[in-house]
Structure formats: C-alpha cells, structure tokens
C-alpha cells in the first residue's frame, strides 16, 4: 500500500515537475524573443543647439525627471535591482567613461532610448521609463539630450541587466514593466505646445511621470514591484484633497508629509521633485486637485 503511494506521489510530482518545465521554457522563448524584437521607427527631426541656457535647464531636468535616481548623481550608472529571485536590472553608465556609452553615441542615439525605448540596434530597452518621457516637449528633450552629451567622462563598469525565473515569468505576464518599446507609441512626436505656467494643462503634462507608480487615473494602488508599499491615491480623493498648497509642495521637496510620515525616497521619488520649480509644483497640485 505504501509503494503505492510513494509511487502514486513520484508520478504526481514528475507530472507537476514537468509541467511547471515547459511552462518556464514557454516563458524564457517568449521574453527571448520580444527582447531580440526590432522595431522600424523614424526618429523625429530635432534640432539642437546647446547654449548655456539649454544647458542649465537640461542639468536641471535631468535630477527633476528622475535619472539621477536610477543612474546615479553622477550619471555613471548603478545596479538599481539587486534580487535573487527577480535578476540584476542595471541603470547604465551615461557617460562615455570606460563601461559606458561609445564614444560615437549620438544625439539621435539619445532620442531613440528617450522617446522609443530603443538600443541602438532597435531592440528594447529593458525597464527604463521611456513610456513617460515620450510625452516629453521638443525644448525639455533637447535640453537634457543636450546635457547628456557633454557629461564628464567617468569610469564604472557595470554588468548587464539579467532576469531570473521570477523576473522572467513577471515580464512574461506584464506585470513589471520590463519591455519597454512595447509600451510605447512610435508615430506620436514630441509636444510643441507645452506652456510653463500654474495650469490644469501643464500639470496634467508634468504628472505623466506619475503614472508608473499612480497609474493613470492617479488613485494609486497595488505595489509596483513585489516588496514595495501600497501605491497611493494622489487624487482630490486622497491625501493630496485634504493638503493645502503649501503643505503639497513641502511635501515633494521635503519627503515628510503634514501627518509626519516621512516617504522613502526609493519608493516616492521626492529627490526628483524637490527639483521642481514652484510654478511646476503649483501646476501639479491644481491638477491632481482637478481630478
């Protein structure tokens, strides 16, 4: 009776062995494949002239939007995602220094990773946020591709992004935003008509950065990653209703908000928006407040 058993439970467990095998051979070919996917775009005509203003203001925009945060303060790159289960995903080194950019990259280089998500080769960049910075306008694209350009040479020699078994299953599924041109629209071009100013319009442009995390419709929700916090409502219906101005803006660039709570910059990028200028953070309250 026991053999039986034991016998019984050798093929129960073979059959899930085997099963839970060609799923992850599924899943290792499909992501395989849409990693090695080469995309036909045309790159948008963008003409760049790099003065000291352009300069100033890519400088700016490059901590503001967040590249910092990923890629280091000195933009010589980071492992950003250390996980046994999930992989290594690697924010690359941006300068031409020894484990970063060729020598030979280029302002189209530039524009084809920010507004499509795309290696050189056309292929897709792996996590980096493209999506959001597709909706960009020609003057911000300009200036930090500009800024880009003429960064310091650093040395820092980093490995290459690689998923694990879990990392894999999640891209897979869509669950983490893994395949980056994928998720982008590659006839839109850059906004013309972008006006810097205490607006619904101009907030609404700048809360773009907000939806990885927010989620379109702003109300937040669950974790992004496995590990991080409950996503919150940035809605009039949620915190963000009940804070003045004042206490929204202290907030963004203080990492503490009115109940005391301070936000782990990991999870809420306050770095990033302790960049913004007032009249951005005023345009971002008035539309989160609209919503």
């Known amino acids: 009776m ?35 996917k080469k995309y036909d775009i045309t790159l948008q005509a963008l003409e760049i002239k790099p003065d000291s203003a352009l300069l100033a203001e890519g400088q700016r925009l490059i901590a503001a ?15 950003f995602i250390d996980d046994p289960a999930l992989g290594q995903v690697i924010a690359v080194n941006l300068t031409k220094g020894k484990g970063g ?3 030979d990259y280029n302002e189209q280089d530039w524009l084809k990773a920010m507004q499509h998500g795309l290696n050189r ?15 960009f306008s020609e ?7 500009a800024y880009g350009m003429q960064l310091p040479a650093i040395d820092n020699e980093l490995p290459e992004t690689h998923f694990k078994p879990v990392g894999r299953i999640l891209a ?12 982008i629209d590659h006839q839109k071009t850059l906004s013309t008509n972008v006006v810097p100013e205490v607006s619904i319009p101009f907030g ?67 770095t990033m928006t302790k960049e913004y200028t007032d009249t951005e953070l005023k345009a971002l309250y ?6």
């Open 172 to 183: 897979d599924l869509d669950k983490l935003p893994v395949m980056v041109a994928e998720m």
């Open 204 to 270: 609404k442009y700048l809360a773009v950065s907000c939806t990885a995390c927010h989620k379109e419709n702003m109300q937040g929700g669950d974790p992004v990653v496995p590990g991080s916090p409950q996503v919150a409502n940035i809605t009039s219906s949620g915190n963000v209703g009940k804070w003045t101005e004042e206490q929204f803006m202290t907030t963004l660039r203080s990492g503490v908000t009115p109940e005391g709570k301070t936000l782990p910059s990991q999870f809420m990028p306050w």
């Open 121 to 135: 080769d056309n292929t897709t960049l792996k996590v980096m946020p493209s999506y959001e910075y597709t909706h």
């Open 286 to 291: 008035l539309y989160l407040r609209s919503i």
């Open 65 to 79: 939007k967040g590249c910092k945060d990923c890629h280091g303060a000195d933009l010589s790159g980071k492992i």
């Open 2 to 36: 026991i053999r039986k058993i034991l016998k019984g439970l050798g093929i129960f467990i073979g059959i899930v062995v085997a099963l839970l095998a060609g799923f992850y051979t599924k899943v290792y070919f499909s992501t395989e494949s849409r990693f090695k």
């Open 101 to 103: 950019l060729p020598a």
């Open 139 to 145: 003057e911000d694209m300009k200036a930090i591709i």
